[in-house]
């Protein structure tokens, strides 16, 4: 079956625009995360959705970051007033409601020039 | 809080020998999972195996298995027979138990395995 996807698979912007990182996750997963991999590291938690609702938001680093789950299936990533600091890969997960094994999408590479 | 620590930036090995990479970590709850995930150069990351605490016993998945020492907080990878399909970053993460299921990761090691 399809895996987690993520869309677009790379973005380049310039600093201060807005822009919006999409999740497809895989059929029948109810939990959702978002994590941040900077270069060099390992990958750091944002959010998490457990159906349409946060669970949990304590790794947005700041009130630029938010995330949207309206229909409990796709997720989007807003990043508003972006920084060269934002530049990571973001990647996308989800899993089952045993919620044990997590599967990754592939990520976006965002690039804030 | 917890913490994974990965010590090892970068490991080499030869084809077809064994290798083993480290990771521990610091955390008080008494329920919780740790994984190994590999993530080659295409970004993708793939679970490799994963261990519950409560479980004495170490998991072991085909060539890959750990050493899980519960008392040390001691979680390291055995790659056995290993394949230069192998190389690429492995990622040891750790997992609560029960209503909040982040993964904290460590910093990575990079496994070179040559020909």
């Known amino acids: 079956g399809a895996g987690v996807s993520q869309t677009p698979s790379n973005k380049v912007t310039e600093k201060g625009k807005y822009v919006e990182l999409r999740c497809d996750p895989i059929s029948g997963h109810t939990a959702l995360y978002w994590y941040r991999q900077s270069l060099g590291q390992g990958p750091e938690f944002l959010i998490y959705?457990?159906?349409?609702?946060?669970?949990?938001d304590s790794g947005l680093p700041n009130d630029r970051f938010f995330a949207v789950r309206p229909e409990g299936s796709v997720s989007t990533l807003k990043i508003q007033r972006t920084e060269r600091g934002d530049s990571a890969v973001y990647l996308c997960?989800?899993?089952?409601?045993?919620?044990?094994?997590?599967?990754f999408g592939p990520g976006t590479r965002l690039t804030v020039l | 809080a917890q913490t994974v620590t990965q010590s090892q930036p970068e490991m080499s090995v030869q084809e077809a020998e064994t290798v083993t990479l480290s990771c521990t970590y610091d955390t008080s709850e008494n329920n919780y999972y740790l994984f190994w995930y590999k993530q080659p150069p295409s970004r993708q990351m793939i679970l490799v195996i994963r261990q519950e605490a409560y479980k004495q016993q170490n998991a072991t998945e085909n060539r890959f298995s750990v050493n899980f020492q519960k008392a040390a907080k001691s979680f390291s990878l055995k790659i056995s027979d290993s394949q230069l399909g192998d190389t690429a970053m492995y990622f040891c993460a750790f997992m609560r138990g029960g209503a909040t299921n982040k993964l904290i990761f460590g910093t990575g090691t990079l496994l070179a395995v040559q020909p």
């Open positions: 997960a989800s899993s089952t409601p045993s919620h044990n094994e997590q599967f």
């Open positions: 959705f457990q159906g349409t609702g946060a669970a949990d």
